[in-house]
């Protein structure tokens, strides 16, 4: 049995002060949003303290250098209460002044003018529709997604615009749309992806406790499928020692074609700074054994070696053949605008 990675249980420390922009430089970096008050959470967010913003802008750009395969991403929520240990957008909170620790997991920014601002953009001129991600930063169907809906509504506005898009989540809460995203499917080009990164009870537990099942999430992959919704299984993130071993991703492989995965595709664990030492404490609580092989791996930055990535990639391509593939989309858009390759591979 696993350490769960929620620290704490009581109250958040003191609030820290909040930056508002990237630098004390305006005219390099101007400001994010504006600030806001943090309110408790209530009911089943009682746990949270939420901060609602205005931002200035939701479709963002991905950083040139940057090795995923979309250009642009929208994130309509800061921070993520799922608080998986190993979550590589934990450094983004730093940027706020906050920590990546607590904060990452408890305190959330809501950027409550989402929708607005998206309908806005998308009817820019200079727009150019290109195809847009979500689920990059912070996970779009997180709890708070429950009360906000900001996620449904950003959706709608895609779909309306008949703008391609994208989603990643850990959340079976994305089944709340599933009708909606049907919708947009006939519209767009729509893609869809759960996040998986191993059916063992015990490291979901110990990694992910706050996101719903593993098992679960393939019910979620059956539903949207069974409706038309291309979705497909990342099996993210891959964790030496823990979940790469070869039983442990044929399993995986076999119950995402099973449900009707229409992609498959793996991400290699990376530590960012900061994250690093997040997992290190983990794994010298959970398994100490795995201590300095890390320090081998990731000792030279956020990345294990590529030799070790690709073979992760080799390993998924020949378990997904030996499962017989993935099957089609069922529907594809009548839309010319090109999304991003359906075989993620992102290793
Ligand atoms: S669900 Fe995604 S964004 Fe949220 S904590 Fe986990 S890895 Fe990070």
């Known amino acids: ?101 607590e904060d990452f997991d408890r305190r959330i920014v809501i950027k409550v003018n989402a929708v607005e601002r998206v309908r806005d953009e998308l009817a820019a001129r200079g727009w150019g529709a290109d195809h847009i991600a979500m689920g990059t930063n912070t996970d779009p169907y997180q709890p708070v997604e429950g009360r906000y809906r900001l996620t449904r509504g950003i959706i709608r506005a895609l779909s309306h615009a008949r703008n391609p898009f994208s989603i990643l989540t850990k959340s079976t809460l994305i089944e709340r749309d599933a009708k909606l995203l049907a919708e947009a499917s006939e519209r767009t080009e729509v893609s869809t992806s759960l996040s998986i990164g191993c059916l063992d009870i015990d490291v979901w537990r110990g990694t992910e406790p706050h996101t719903p099942r593993p098992e679960r999430r393939l019910e979620t992959v059956a539903k949207l499928s069974e409706l038309g919704v291309s979705c497909g299984v990342l099996i993210a993130p891959v964790i030496p020692g823990v979940s790469d071993g070869r039983e442990q991703l044929r399993r995986v492989v076999r119950r995402a074609v099973d449900a009707g995965a229409t992609s498959i595709g793996s991400v290699y664990l990376h530590l960012a700074p900061g994250v690093r030492e997040l997992m290190m404490t983990w794994l010298a609580e959970n398994r100490p054994d795995l201590l300095c092989d890390y320090r081998r791996r990731y000792g030279q930055g956020r990345f294990a070696p590529e030799s070790e990535r690709r073979r992760l990639g080799a390993t998924i391509d020949e378990l997904v053949r030996e499962a017989g593939g993935v099957r089609m989309p069922l529907r594809v858009a009548s839309t010319e605008r090109a999304g991003p390759p359906r075989q993620l591979r992102l290793v």
């Open 1 to 101: 049995m696993f350490y769960s990675p929620r620290m704490g249980s009581g109250e958040p420390t003191a609030r820290p002060k909040l930056r508002w922009r990237l630098t004390d430089h305006e005219a390099d970096h101007p400001r994010l949003f504006d600030p806001g008050n943090w309110r408790p959470g209530r009911d089943e967010l009682s746990n949270l303290e939420l901060l609602h913003v205005h931002a200035k802008k939701l479709i963002n750009a991905v950083h040139p250098r940057s090795r995923m395969r979309f250009r642009w991403t929208i994130n309509a929520y800061r921070g993520c209460s799922h608080a998986c240990v190993y979550c590589f957008a934990r450094p983004t909170h730093e940027f706020l002044g906050l920590d990546i620790g």
